[in-house]
């Protein structure tokens, strides 16, 4: 399979501080590609670069053949966008939003009204196409926001974190939409703080961090960067010392790792059974009690927290 989008050596630099730092991966054509990361990792300034908005201080991509430093109308042409702002007129209808930036994507006529109707069933408000956005709940907002980036047919589609701050409900809509599209063929950078919603979506998934981008994979080829490790998350009072228990774990033989966030720990191990009494009894040792315990298998939150020593939401 060929690459539709392809990124060398991409920086952005603001005076001192670089926001991205040389990043290099490539996007297949037809599957849905994740950046994870939390925030501030540089998703963002990410996407504004591939898209044209920022230009990068120095390297370049290729969408669809075309450089964004050197062709960026082309690349225009060959993407849509939806960004974590929303970018709607809440007095206007659904239908009212997608005719209008359907006319700023330069459709018009019937071949317009046919492409609203279209990308109205897409995204699944048919029936509420005549009611004013301002009357929507977020995630159908949201919807919308997406229909617009889908208007002019673009061979790739950038999400930059379209369930940021939105219902269950409609958390599970948008993802089932970014499903529904890739399988029509639709090629998607996904931008994500959320674990969870890079395991269900990603054919590959780039863990960013920092402006860097840290490892590159499927969710099976990245969980072995951690062996068959799983996570023992203690949870415990607000008044306890984390620091000393963590640093008092790593005396444990078959502790690979222990780190502190907030007031929890995540001890990596090559089985939490295993070593549970062990830590149970460190704990005890200090006077320190452990609220509750959970045990995680290896995922995309294991690989983070091995790779950077923090989580994904700090």
């Not at 993407?79 to 929303?86: E, Y």
């Amino acid at each position: 399979m060929s690459s539709i989008l392809q990124v060398q050596n991409l920086i952005k630099k603001y005076d001192d501080f670089t926001a991205v730092k040389g990043i290099t991966f490539d996007i297949k054509e037809g599957e849905i590609f994740s950046l994870l990361g939390p925030n501030g990792a540089g998703k963002t300034t990410t996407i504004s670069m591939l898209s044209t908005l920022y230009a990068p201080t120095s390297g370049d991509a290729t969408i669809a053949g075309h450089s964004i430093t050197k062709e960026p109308m082309k690349v225009r042409n060959a993407i849509g966008v939806v960004p974590q702002d929303l970018a709607l007129y809440e007095d206007l209808t659904a239908r009212e939003n997608l005719m209008f930036w359907g006319q700023m994507y330069g459709l018009s006529g019937s071949s317009l009204k046919n492409r609203v109707n279209e990308v109205l069933g897409q995204i699944g408000l048919v029936d509420k196409a005549k009611d004013r956005v301002k009357t929507y709940s977020g995630g159908m907002k949201r919807r919308v926001n997406i229909g617009v980036g889908l208007l002019h047919k673009p061979k790739v589609l950038f999400m930059d974190e379209p369930t940021v701050g939105i219902d269950p409900q409609s958390r599970r809509a948008i993802l089932d939409t970014v499903k529904d599209l890739n399988k029509q063929g639709m090629t998607v950078l996904y931008t994500t703080h959320y674990m969870e919603e890079a395991e269900e979506l990603s054919s590959r998934v780039g863990i960013i961090d920092h402006g860097e981008l840290i490892a590159i994979g499927t969710q099976k080829e990245l969980t072995k960067q951690v062996g068959e490790a799983e996570t023992l998350v203690l949870h415990i009072g607000e008044n306890e010392d984390p620091a000393a228990l963590a640093a008092a774990f790593k005396g444990i033989k078959e502790v690979l790792e222990a780190n502190v966030i907030g007031h929890e720990i995540s001890v990596i191990t090559p089985s939490a059974k295993d070593v549970l009494a062990a830590v149970v009894t460190k704990a005890n040792e200090r006077g320190i009690k452990i609220h509750s315990i959970d045990i995680r298998e290896p995922n995309l939150e294991a690989v983070f927290l091995h790779l950077t020593g923090r989580a994904l939401r700090d």
